[in-house]
């Protein structure tokens, strides 16, 4: 167990709905980071939150979008799925600025199926 | 912009066989490397990093010295196992402050087999 707590694991769902996934990042990290993966692309950076501010934006499309909240949980929003979206979603932690501050910290991921 | 460059596999070896995963980097200033591995079903783990030149990262028999000089930074292990079947990934962040956004490679499946 990373300490990094993503749900769902799986979600199925059909085009054009939208789904919220949710990440619990680890004790003590401020900062939480958004990826996708996909066989196509590989690991893409979406976004990322530090104690409740954006920080830094990746390649992220305007139908999601994603907040940190007071407690630090954070959850990614996808709207007008399309079946393009299929992919692995991870979520990632990491200490606030000073030693080990680079290292990132992944949680288990959250599947997504868009039929 | 920052890119990372690694081997495409898929990687199969015998169990003890020796492993090279190559991965070179583009990147401004002085990044920090990184290698991430995947099981399967699972996220991906630290596997081991370096943050300065010629650093060496181990963890577990792996090894990867950060060469500046030509840019890379070259999974090895001398003795591989059926239990290090996994996807590695090269990854590199050159950010500061509160962001460190991590840049990876496209992966490489590796299977050992007894």
């Known amino acids: 167990d990373s300490g990094v707590t993503q749900t769902p694991k799986h979600l199925i769902t059909a085009t054009g709905q939208r789904v919220t996934l949710r990440c619990s990042p680890r004790?003590?990290?401020?900062?939480v980071y958004w990826y996708q993966q996909s066989l196509d692309q590989g690991l893409q950076f979406l976004i990322q939150?530090?104690?409740?501010?954006?920080?830094a934006k990746g390649n992220i499309l305007e139908r999601f979008s994603a907040q940190q909240f007071p407690d630090l949980h954070s959850e990614l929003n996808l709207s007008s799925l399309e079946l393009g979206d299929s992919a692995l979603y991870f979520c990632?932690?990491?200490?606030?600025?000073?030693?080990?501050?680079?290292?990132?910290?992944f949680g288990a991921g959250s599947r997504l199926t868009v039929l | 912009g920052n890119s990372v460059t690694q081997m495409e596999g898929p990687v199969t070896l015998s169990e003890e066989a020796f492993l090279t995963i190559n991965c070179t980097y583009t990147?401004?200033?002085?990044?920090?490397l990184f290698w991430y591995v995947q099981y399967p079903g699972e996220g991906l783990q630290l596997l081991l990093k370096a943050t300065k030149a010629d650093d060496k990262g181990s963890n577990k028999g792996f090894e990867a010295t950060y060469r500046k000089e030509t840019t890379s930074f070259h999974l090895e292990k001398g003795s591989v196992q059926v239990s290090d079947s996994a996807v590695y990934f090269c990854?590199?962040?050159?950010?500061?402050?509160?962001?460190?956004?991590?840049?990876f490679g496209k992966g490489t499946l590796l299977t050992v087999n007894p």
């Open positions: 990632a932690s990491s200490p606030k600025a000073g030693v080990g501050a680079n290292v990132l910290t």
């Open positions: 004790s003590g990290d401020l900062s």
């Open positions: 939150y530090y104690n409740g501010e954006e920080r």
């Open positions: 990147a401004t200033g002085y990044p920090s």
């Open positions: 990854a590199l962040t050159n950010s500061g402050g509160s962001n460190y956004k991590l840049t």
